[in-house]
């Protein structure tokens, strides 16, 4: 059976490294269900920060430990990336995949294009915007893929390439247990830097705050703008109403999710934003600005500007909310889209 090997910049430390690109992880557990773990390696470019291989789920994980270094670092680590990829590909036929288009991608590309391999690269976010100098290093024979139509778009325009698929990753499983009160109004949960536009949130809750004086939100999240954040809340009298939290392990952010009724999401550019589908598992509404992923769902609410994000949550909030789970993503099928442009279907 042909090898399949995944590239990408990080992969979790060990199997309880939640918080390590979680979707990533999601996407290896699916396809588990669908090949042989032993068809199947993982080559970490930057973390962990180590060389040491290991097991993660019966995958093999070959680190390259890079540790995010720069200079002649970087160098060495794509030497040190494609001796590993040599290393593991033999003389077998395989495949390469890799996500972000990044170092990641540089590396595997490279080795690809030698090995007469096929090769994947799967833009994961804002690598997908212009002014990414790993475009050009990156072989021009390798396929494109992007998680939404979005993201796509952004692409095509800003580097006159289309994308062969556009395929989302699977969602996660969730343990969805009863839940007693939805106590939680309105959650964010994203890292606190200026893409994802926390200070919106705040601001977005300081609108509904007018109208509707018991208003209780959380925010999640970790990252540079965390002191801004609290500075906002002590400012606009929000103590009462917004609690702050730093990262937390991702089972609680779905307990969180199951406590709450609607996420808020005012990021404004996103790859494919798999917050979106696991809040829906959980029950809530999203809203959202018209980025990533978007769910084919009256759940999943699109909005134009920051009014508009008070006005369709001061509706939902005024009225009885449905918290039935939606499943926005069919899983077998994505996994199944990927392993066709694998070759492996």
């Excluded at 601001?203 to 500075?231: C, D, F, Q, T, Y």
Aim: one cysteine or more; charged letters at 20%.
């Amino acid at each position: 059976m042909t090898k399949l090997i995944l590239v990408s910049p990080g992969f979790p430390a060990d199997e309880n490294d939640s918080a390590a690109v979680p979707y990533l992880q999601d996407y290896c557990l699916h396809l588990l269900k669908k090949v042989p773990a032993e068809n199947i390696n993982i080559v970490s470019t930057q973390y962990p920060y180590t060389p040491k291989p290991y097991l993660w789920n019966g995958i093999q994980v070959y680190p390259i430990g890079g540790k995010n270094r720069k200079g002649i670092y970087q160098l060495i680590n794509h030497i040190k990336t494609k001796k590993r990829l040599k290393s593991i590909v033999g003389k077998e036929p395989a495949v390469i995949h890799a996500f972000w288009l990044s170092d990641a991608a540089m590396s595997a590309s490279s080795f690809a294009a030698k090995r007469k391999l096929p090769c994947l690269v799967t833009l994961m976010g804002q690598d997908a915007k212009a002014g990414n100098p790993y475009f050009k290093l990156v072989s021009k024979h390798v396929a494109f893929t992007s998680l939404c139509n979005f993201q796509a778009n952004v692409f095509r325009n800003d580097y006159q390439t289309v994308v062969k698929a556009v395929i989302p990753l699977p969602l996660p499983s969730i343990d969805l247990r009863p839940v007693i009160s939805r106590s939680i109004d309105l959650l964010f949960v994203g890292s606190y830097i200026q893409v994802k536009q926390p200070l919106q949130f705040i601001e977005i809750v300081a609108e509904i705050k007018k109208k509707h004086s018991g208003v209780r939100a959380v925010m999640i999240g970790g990252g540079p703008l965390l002191a801004e954040i609290n500075s906002r809340v002590v400012a606009l009298h929000l103590q009462d109403h917004i609690v702050v939290l730093e990262s937390i392990n991702r089972d609680e952010v779905f307990e969180y999710m199951q406590r709450s009724k609607i996420l808020v999401h005012t990021s404004s550019f996103e790859g494919q934003c798999n917050v979106y589908g696991e809040a829906l598992l959980c029950g809530m509404h999203v809203l959202s600005y018209n980025v990533g992923y978007i769910a084919d769902s009256p759940k999943h609410i699109v909005c134009a500007d920051k009014n508009e994000f008070v006005l369709k949550i001061m509706q939902l909030l005024l009225h009885p909310i449905n918290f039935t789970p939606v499943r926005s993503i069919d899983d077998e099928q994505c996994i199944n889209a990927y392993l066709n442009l694998y070759g492996m279907s």
